[in-house]
């Protein structure tokens, strides 16, 4: 039996779907040739042809999922679909439609990031951006983007009316690139202000919405014209994968454009990564109510505790951007940053006392993750940069887990010294 790719696409449910759980589990899967419950990991680089004619079919549709794998693949197609689903889950467009996402599953955060760039600049237009970046966006835009000649301008995006003076200076920005919440201070932007901007001086707006995930933020809804996600995170969840993910709403350009840079550069990912991350993402919602409550007590515990100078997070009245992360996002989320009174001697004193967090970078597993900014995430940037962007040597970031709030918060004690 010859399955047609538009078999794969989530069928439509008569009763829609009420919340996130259910599409995560029911967007894809079961609808192949096998009747595999769980869509299988397709370990395929080519697909067959039955025929010269249905070779010629195929490669004259718009799905060229069952060719080659560079080009799609029905484990990724299956990913990809739920990304969609999700970004998209109760947003309607000007003319009540529901709205449509076409997501690019690629190898990683950083190739999907690549993609967007590369499929909408070229070598004299600029981008605007801001702040405290995640790290790879920002030698992104200074080591190869600017080779390519595409120009960055970086700047605090929080004043709407001095990013207002700036594109209207600059008829070359083309794009303006949001990271919110960002690495590692948690400052937010506020996305459907800048989308009024973008809009009405032309420019294309891209959100990374790694830290959010769809589930607490959906830029799609405040005018965001590309989304992506490094899926290594919370996406999968597990700590099992490195992947990224595009998604766009210009189904047409998705499909020609920006599907072309993605294949020409090669950026695809693999079935075994897409498969990990499709069962990741069906407890995104019961993972992501576990980090953030786990959050919200970690933080109120660090800012009472004697040995804490300062908490960044977004859940509290304190943060500066504590409004726009209320505007925007469901939950504030899971990262947080700490700043210790005894400086770099105390945070390298209380990192190495850890008993069951876990000391390392990334973001957004299980467990509770700790860093340090100034010599990892963020060394890459010069000692003014980051003191620019509040990233203090004694800063400590830390990615909540999923573990007993009680365990955490113990360990945490057990490590600051007052
Ligand atoms: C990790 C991360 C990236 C890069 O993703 P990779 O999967 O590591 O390539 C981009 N943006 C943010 C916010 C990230 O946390």
């Given at each position: 039996m010859e399955i047609q790719s538009d078999q794969l696409l989530p069928m439509s449910k008569k009763i829609p779907l009420t919340g996130i759980s259910s599409v995560a589990i029911h967007t894809s899967g079961h609808n192949n040739a096998e009747y595999a419950h769980i869509t299988p990991i397709f370990a395929t680089s080519t697909f067959t042809f039955d025929d010269a004619e249905s070779g010629m079919e195929r490669y004259s549709g718009k799905d060229k999922t069952r060719i080659y794998s560079r080009w799609g693949n029905p484990t990724f197609?299956?990913?990809?679909?739920?990304?969609?689903?999700?970004?998209?889950?109760?947003?309607?467009?000007?003319?009540?439609?529901?709205?449509?996402?076409?997501?690019?599953?690629?190898?990683?955060?950083?190739?999907?990031?690549?993609?967007?760039?590369?499929?909408?600049?070229?070598?004299?237009?600029?981008?605007?951006s801001h702040f405290a970046l995640y790290g790879g966006t920002n030698e992104l835009f200074k080591s190869v983007l600017a080779q390519?000649?595409?120009?960055?301008?970086?700047?605090?995006?929080r004043d709407l009316n001095a990013v207002e003076d700036v594109i209207k200076s600059d008829s070359s920005i083309?794009?303006?690139?949001?990271?919110?919440?960002?690495?590692p201070t948690l400052q937010c932007i506020d996305i459907a202000g800048i989308s009024v901007l973008a809009k009405k001086y032309g420019a294309i707006l891209t959100v990374d919405n790694t830290f959010a995930t769809p589930y607490l933020q959906q830029p799609f809804k405040y005018g965001a014209?590309?989304?992506?996600?490094?899926?290594?995170?919370?996406?999968?969840?597990?700590?099992?994968?490195?992947?990224?993910?595009?998604?766009?709403?210009?189904?047409?350009?998705?499909?020609?454009?920006?599907?072309?840079?993605?294949?020409?550069?090669?950026?695809?990912?693999?079935?075994f990564d897409a498969f990990l991350l499709s069962?990741?993402?069906?407890?995104?919602?019961?993972?992501?109510?576990?980090?953030?409550?786990?959050?919200?007590?970690?933080?109120?515990?660090?800012?009472?505790?004697?040995?804490?100078?300062?908490?960044?997070?977004?859940?509290?009245?304190?943060?500066?951007?504590?409004?726009?992360?209320?505007?925007?996002?469901?939950?504030?989320?899971?990262?947080?940053?700490?700043?210790?009174?005894?400086?770099?001697?105390?945070?390298?004193?209380?990192?190495?006392?850890?008993?069951?967090?876990?000391?390392?970078?990334?973001?957004?597993?299980?467990?509770?993750?700790?860093?340090?900014?100034?010599?990892?995430?963020?060394?890459?940037?010069?000692?003014?940069?980051?003191?620019?962007?509040?990233?203090?040597?004694?800063?400590?970031?830390?990615?909540v887990g999923i573990e007993n709030l009680q365990d955490i918060l113990n360990d945490l004690d057990q490590s600051l010294v007052d």
């Open positions: 197609t299956a990913a990809e679909e739920t990304i969609a689903a999700l970004e998209s889950f109760g947003i309607t467009n000007e003319d009540g439609t529901a709205l449509q996402l076409k997501a690019l599953l690629h190898s990683s955060g950083q190739a999907a990031m690549t993609t967007m760039f590369m499929s909408n600049l070229k070598a004299g237009d600029t981008v605007l390519a000649g595409v120009n960055a301008i970086i700047i605090d995006m083309k794009l303006i690139h949001l990271e919110t919440p960002a690495n014209d590309f989304v992506f996600h490094s899926t290594t995170k919370f996406l999968n969840g597990h700590g099992t994968a490195i992947g990224g993910v595009l998604l766009g709403k210009d189904l047409e350009k998705m499909n020609t454009t920006v599907w072309k840079w993605h294949t020409l550069m090669g950026g695809n990912s693999n079935a069962q990741g993402m069906k407890t995104l919602e019961i993972r992501m109510d576990r980090h953030c409550s786990n959050a919200m007590e970690v933080a109120h515990f660090l800012e009472k505790h004697a040995a804490v100078q300062k908490v960044n997070y977004n859940g509290l009245s304190s943060h500066p951007d504590y409004a726009v992360a209320q505007k925007q996002m469901r939950h504030p989320g899971a990262l947080m940053s700490f700043e210790l009174k005894g400086g770099l001697q105390a945070g390298k004193d209380f990192i190495d006392k850890l008993n069951m967090c876990v000391r390392a970078v990334s973001l957004g597993t299980l467990d509770t993750l700790i860093s340090h900014p100034a010599s990892m995430t963020h060394s890459g940037l010069t000692p003014e940069e980051r003191q620019k962007y509040g990233i203090t040597d004694g800063l400590i970031r830390m990615s």
